[in-house]
């Protein structure tokens, strides 16, 4: 029996979300077994592919068996993998309270002062054909945005307010606060400012705000 999981990513297109969902199952599947699967005609299943592949949720294959025609199977492409729900944040939760048990709290504090250390470092590169201050900050939040962050900038006379409304870490900086510490330290140091933090989502907030001083 199919299970549903893809009703409200693929545009509530039933048909499109078993074709994903037996493809996750079997791997790949040609057009004809498709149809048979799904009681659709061979026309209809091409069509229903082509706006998959359009989406860049499947893409195809050709596979020859003898002579004649080859066969095209289809298969689901990474982004169309990444629909599927992961447990990626309990993974990574659970192995720092391993850490924390076994080695202690310092060693989580050194796994996010490294993880600072390494991201300071890649942002300076990143920001190192900004002339200005200004430039600066506004190229943090493009580095921001570029790794998956919706960010909105403002600028007021005196500073700026950047505000980050989602967090990739969010379950993991809930239970250490490491995290969060280390982040801020992150833009005071490759700013070369006193910003401050005035919200923050893993102690509850709906997002993050860190206040630039311009001066």
């Avoid at 993880?115 to 470092?121: Q, S, T, W, Y």
């Avoid at 943090?140 to 989602?166: C, P, T, W």
Wanted: hydrophobic residues 35%; neutral net charge.
């Amino acid at each position: 029996m199919l299970f549903l999981l893809m009703s409200l990513v693929i545009n509530g297109n039933p048909t499109r979300d078993w074709i994903i969902q037996l493809l996750k199952k079997r791997g790949s599947l040609s057009i004809d077994e498709l149809s048979k699967e799904l009681k659709i005609t061979p026309m209809g299943i091409r069509q229903h592919l082509l706006s998959l592949e359009r989406k860049g949720l499947v893409d195809y294959e050709a596979e020859r068996h003898g002579i004649g025609r080859p066969a095209f199977l289809y298969r689901l492409t990474e982004k169309a993998n990444e629909l599927f729900p992961k447990s990626y944040h309990k993974f990574i939760l659970d192995t720092f309270k391993d850490i924390e048990g076994n080695e202690g709290r310092k060693k989580v504090d050194d796994i996010f002062r490294w993880r600072k250390e390494r991201l300071l470092k890649e942002f300076e590169e990143g920001l190192s054909d900004r002339k200005n201050f200004r430039d600066k900050v506004y190229g943090l939040r493009d580095i921001l945005e570029s790794e998956g962050h919706f960010v909105q900038l403002d600028e007021a006379n005196d500073n700026y307010s950047l505000k980050q409304f989602n967090c990739p870490i969010s379950r993991v900086a809930s239970d250490f606060k490491e995290a969060c510490a280390y982040e801020l330290e992150l833009y005071k140091e490759l700013l070369k400012k006193d910003i401050l933090r005035t919200q923050c989502i893993a102690e509850g907030n709906p997002s993050c705000i860190y206040v630039i001083p311009k001066g």
